[in-house]
């Protein structure tokens, strides 16, 4: 069944901006979930699908905008007040509690009770009928946490359905579902926008968008794109839709990629069949003396994991590694430093800067933890001056704390982080994510003039221009697979997109 | 993921897998019965007149401030919580009582102004933890520190205590079964004390939401429970035990002491972790709090039993504690894997 206009709108969000200090998560969004349908949201990382969901469910207030349930208009001042409206939510962390019973997680706060007890037998029974009515037939005396995730989830909606949940947002729910688990999930969708419940859908995984989802809206950069039917929109539009255009000053860039790579010495780095249960799939990969290899996919991919095993920040459960031509253990990030590989990573507030400390500090702290915290880094300034030099870190002030720099100069402080260990591969994970154009063009820049001194890179984007821009060789990942690798000078961004949405091997689309 | 998504499954395991699957939560109680009988057995086979109504009844007599003490740590524990300030409460209560009494204000009027107070510095806790962000563990130890002071400012030294009704409290003994098995009022107290707080516990939702909250707090505040309320309740609980122990306590000593119950909140938390409660929250019982009351006191009966110095209760405290805080971790660590 397709959702039309003339079915009433359930929710209605209208110009919804939310700010966070410093950032724009959303500026203006609209939005509209009507009865019967599943509404696919769709967007990359920090495209501000969670921060919709958030506003939708009443975990962030909306600093302006309107949202209409059924026709009404509410303010939500916490989860409770959009439950109450008849929202409820599945995240895809189970949020509910491992340590009570199936049935009690269902019906906390919402038990039969005769004169203020709690009647249990008929707690349970009311919670197995929510249970079958989802086709669910367990001991709901049974303790949640000794059941699937998958199982779990399906409880997550039961306890919505107690609720009479007009809407429910199903937030990454099969992210850690295998293939039959997903199926059932699917059949209990399909079941609930029967009976007209409204379901907002947010996924990674395409196909699923396609297999289940009537509607679809795209968001990017905190900015709606656009609402098309799921008919109406091509795989290869949708995937441009989400990624976009970059703007003219990068197009400038002359390619970096063109350049030829030697590789008839052993590869600096050579994966074969590296993958980690539940995580990523074998994947082979080799990186040459002086190449850029670019990962391209979608988020949840596969990328940022596959960077994670080269590092040994994840234990690998197959394959092997090896350095040029000679095996290698790298099981630790330990292992990774003494190898001279380094890794930035995705997460450049948590995982990346520490921002109390100066640009200098942080800075030295790689070349420090190289050394072992006993023996003193020589001439630090020196290190320092020379890097942020290089780098072109505005301010130029190595005292300053590296919190009250921009994001992309504190990008360029974690870049020049890794370069003073002088190390021989480095992995670059989303190194251009939300920082301006400016920093954007240094940054690539950067790696091109490093690739060409023979540093091996390997480099992570979801913006496919980027990627093919800087790399001599992409692969490219989808479904926490390998499902290719091109060599980027004879490509464009469509023939990219095209291989990632159609690629000739067809693959299931979650990880069994 | 080994369990199956196929509607029901039923098979001669099932009747075991079933028994398991909702009980396991006890399995740390039961732990802890079985250390119990095994140490009476002990006591019994080389004292050979250990197991006696009289040292069995004792058990409780001696220890019903401390068990008053677990009910209330029970909640705050089973919450993720942890009240410092019992022993404190419990003797600034008691002072506070006994000058009270003293003065010649009605017991009838005294023992509730105990139990207010009590609730008034576990609300203050409460609401340290809960409005100000401050660690469980740093705010019921201000409260200790300012209950103990305000012991000392009622008095300095010890006030004896002549109410005939705090003096009956523990002066009477009742007849509980043939033979010298006997309680005394304070006894009973502990004991309604205990059937009350696990009632609440089991039976409404203000029990069920400690549970949850004590599963997973982000959880439980995301399905709309009130969790402020229930964690500002449980300190208030707490107080609440602690002002009672403190009645318990007087009338048990027939005197106040500003210094009595120094360490009894350790003992309090370690009965509760040998009774099975998770410090990490949301696992655990009442009436396995008092099995780790009952270990608590054998230990300390044996001890005297054997004429040794009573620092070896403290000692054998601290290894039993030390056997059941690892086995809860191998308890906690199994169940993350799944």
């Known amino acids: 069944m397709t959702a039309d206009s003339e079915v009433p709108p359930v929710v209605e969000m209208r110009g919804i901006t939310i700010e966070f200090p410093g950032v724009k998560a959303l500026e203006g969004v609209d939005f509209t979930l009507r009865a019967g349908e599943v509404h696919s949201l769709m967007g990359e990382n920090g495209a501000g699908k969670s921060t919709l969901i958030k506003a939708l469910t009443g975990v962030y207030t909306i600093a302006s905008g309107t949202i209409a349930v059924s026709g009404v208009e509410r303010t939500f001042r916490g989860t409770a007040d959009a439950q109450a409206a008849g929202i409820s939510t599945v995240y895809q962390e189970v949020n509910l509690c491992g340590n009570l019973s199936v049935g009690e997680n269902i019906m906390l706060g919402h038990e039969s009770r005769v004169a203020g007890r709690i009647d249990w037998r008929s707690t349970h029974r009311e919670a197995a009928r929510h249970l079958e009515n989802l086709g669910v037939q367990i001991d709901t005396r049974s303790l949640l946490s000794s059941h699937s995730i998958a199982l779990q989830q399906l409880v997550a909606i039961s306890r919505a359905m107690v609720t009479d949940s007009k809407v429910l947002v199903l937030d990454e729910p099969t992210s850690s579902l295998d293939r039959s688990e997903v199926e059932q999930l699917f059949g209990v969708m399909r079941d609930l926008r029967d009976r007209g419940v409204a379901i907002l859908f947010v996924t990674h995984f395409l196909d699923q968008v396609y297999e289940i989802s009537d509607r679809l809206t795209v968001l990017r950069n905190g900015k709606l794109v656009a609402e098309h039917p799921v008919s109406e929109v091509p795989r290869a539009e949708l995937i441009s839709l989400m990624i976009g255009r970059e703007l003219d000053e990068l197009q400038a860039l002359s390619r970096a990629s063109v350049r030829t790579v030697d590789r008839t010495d052993a590869p600096v780095l050579s994966a074969t069949q590296l993958g980690r249960k539940g995580s990523l799939n074998p994947v082979d990969v080799d990186v040459y003396e002086g190449e850029v290899i670019g990962i391209a996919g979608l988020l949840g991919s596969g990328r940022t994991e596959l960077a994670r095993l080269l590092y040994g920040a994840d234990r690998a459960d197959t394959g092997r590694l090896e350095m040029h031509g000679r095996p290698a253990r790298i099981t630790t990030p330990r292992n990774a430093i003494d190898n001279r590989i380094a890794f930035s990573s995705e997460d450049r507030r948590a995982e990346g800067i520490i921002g109390d400390l100066t640009v200098a500090e942080n800075i030295v702290l790689g070349l420090q933890a190289k050394r072992g915290w006993l023996r003193k880094v020589r001439n630090p300034e020196r290190v320092v001056a020379e890097y942020m030099d290089a780098l072109g870190v505005t301010p130029a002030d190595p005292h300053r704390l590296i919190r009250e720099l921009s994001g992309g100069n504190q990008q360029k402080v974690l870049l020049a982080r890794w370069l003073a260990t002088a190390p021989q591969l480095i992995i670059l994970d989303e190194p251009t994510r939300g920082i301006d154009i400016g920093a954007k063009a240094d940054i690539q820049r950067k790696v091109a003039e490093l690739s060409n001194a023979g540093l091996s890179v390997v480099f992570i984007s979801s913006e496919l221009e980027e990627v093919l821009r800087i790399s001599q060789r992409v692969v490219v990942m989808r479904d926490r697979h390998k499902i290719g690798e091109l060599a980027s000078n004879d490509i464009e961004v469509a023939d990219l997109v095209d291989f990632i949405a159609h690629d000739t091997i067809k693959k299931p689309e979650s990880v069994a | ?338």
Do not use: H
């Open chain 2, 1 to 338: 993921m080994t369990t199956s998504l196929s509607p029901t499954r039923t098979s001669g395991l099932a009747f075991a897998r079933r028994f398991i699957s909702r009980r396991i939560s006890w399995v740390p109680v039961f732990a802890a019965v079985f250390i119990l009988v095994v140490m009476f057995v002990a006591a019994q086979a080389y004292f050979g007149n250990f197991l006696t109504p009289r040292v069995i009844s004792s058990l409780l007599l001696d220890n019903a401030y401390l068990l008053i003490l677990a009910v209330g740590m029970t909640f705050v524990i089973l919450t993720g919580g942890i009240d410092l300030s019992v022993g404190a409460v419990m003797a600034f209560t008691g002072m506070l009582g006994a000058s009270l009494l003293r003065d010649g204000l009605p017991v009838a009027l005294v023992i509730p102004i105990m139990l207010v107070v009590g609730a008034a510095m576990g609300l203050g806790v409460g609401v340290l933890v809960q409005y100000f962000g401050v660690q469980p563990f740093i705010a019921s130890l201000a409260a200790m520190f300012a209950a103990r002071g305000l012991a000392f400012m009622v008095s300095l030294s010890s006030i004896k205590v002549e109410d005939k009704a705090i003096l009956w409290l523990q002066s009477t003994r009742l007849q509980a079964a043939p033979g010298s098995w006997s309680i005394t009022p304070t006894g009973i107290l502990a004991l309604l004390t205990v059937v009350v707080a696990a009632l609440v516990l089991a039976y409404t939702r203000f029990g069920r939401t400690i549970y949850a909250v004590g599963g997973n707090e982000q959880s439980a505040k995301l399905m709309g429970l009130p969790v402020v309320r229930t964690k500002l309740l449980a300190y208030v609980i707490s107080g609440v035990c602690a002002g009672l122990a403190g009645v318990a306590f007087t009338a048990y000593t027939g005197a106040s002491y500003p210094l009595n119950g120094i360490g009894t909140e350790l003992d309090t938390i370690a009965a509760v972790v040998i009774g099975g409660t998770l410090l990490t929250g949301g696992s655990g019982y009442v009436l396995g709090s008092m099995v780790g009351v009952f270990v608590y006191g054998t230990i300390k009966s044996a001890i005297s039993f054997l004429g040794a110095e009573q620092s070896w209760t403290r000692i054998t405290i601290g290894a039993l504690l030390l056997v059941f805080v690892v086995v809860q971790r191998i308890i906690v660590a199994r169940s993350r894997r799944r």
